[in-house]
């Protein structure tokens, strides 16, 4: 069964009709971007979630201390970072996930996670600032990733193309943000539901 992430989480309702709906992961993003949240508007987000659902911190380029000073502020079950691994990652208590963004071809930055480990491939943007870009991307270009590594896909999806996302890359997960908002960080309801229902009939 496909593996379903929900990320951008802001507000309460977003947050708890995902746990209505059994994802498997909600992620938070303590980096810059629209949907930025503080440990304290995460923290009461958290507490909403039961402990079967993975709570991921999204991170770009900050360094180990930074993220490891999150993740027990807020009680992670893993961090997703847009930056290679590092020595003194070793703080990081936590599963990495290893983010990149195909680009021409290529991975940026190189993909450097162990084979298996859990690998996010998002969409590359000339105007993105080292995260995801919300943006839909030929998904043919990870197919070979797909056999060493477990992955995430991210980048543009919704409701009407994660079935076409999961026939052709048959990924471990999807990640999901602006595909299901009405504005940065607030959830529409409607979108959520519908895409998460997309993803399980593509398993079925």
């Not at 000339?126 to 030929?138: K, V």
Request: net charge negative; with cysteine; aromatic share 6%.
């Amino acid at each position: 069964m496909t593996r379903i992430k929900i990320c951008g989480n802001t507000e309460p309702a977003g947050v708890e009709r995902a746990v209505e709906l059994g994802v498997d992961w909600l992620g938070f993003i303590f980096t810059r971007s629209k949907r930025q949240v503080t440990v304290a508007q995460a923290g009461a987000l958290v507490a909403r979630i039961p402990p079967g659902i993975g709570r991921v911190g999204v991170f770009i380029d900050e360094p180990a201390e930074v993220i490891a000073q999150v993740v027990d502020a807020c009680a992670l079950t893993a961090v997703q970072v847009y930056r290679p691994r590092q020595p003194e990652d070793r703080v990081i208590r936590v599963p990495w996930i290893q983010a990149v963004r195909m680009r021409d071809g290529a991975t940026d930055p190189p993909v450097e996670a162990a084979a298996g480990e859990l690998l996010l491939v998002d969409s590359w943007s000339a105007g993105s600032d080292g995260g995801g870009s919300g943006t839909p991307w030929n998904w043919a270009l990870a197919r070979e990733l797909g056999e060493r590594h477990r992955l995430l896909l991210s980048g543009g999806l919704a409701a009407d193309n994660v079935a076409r996302g999961i026939r052709q890359l048959h990924p471990f997960g999807v990640d999901v943000s602006s595909g299901v908002e009405a504005a940065p960080g607030v959830k529409d309801l409607d979108r959520l539901t519908r895409f998460v229902e997309a993803v399980r009939e593509a398993d079925a």
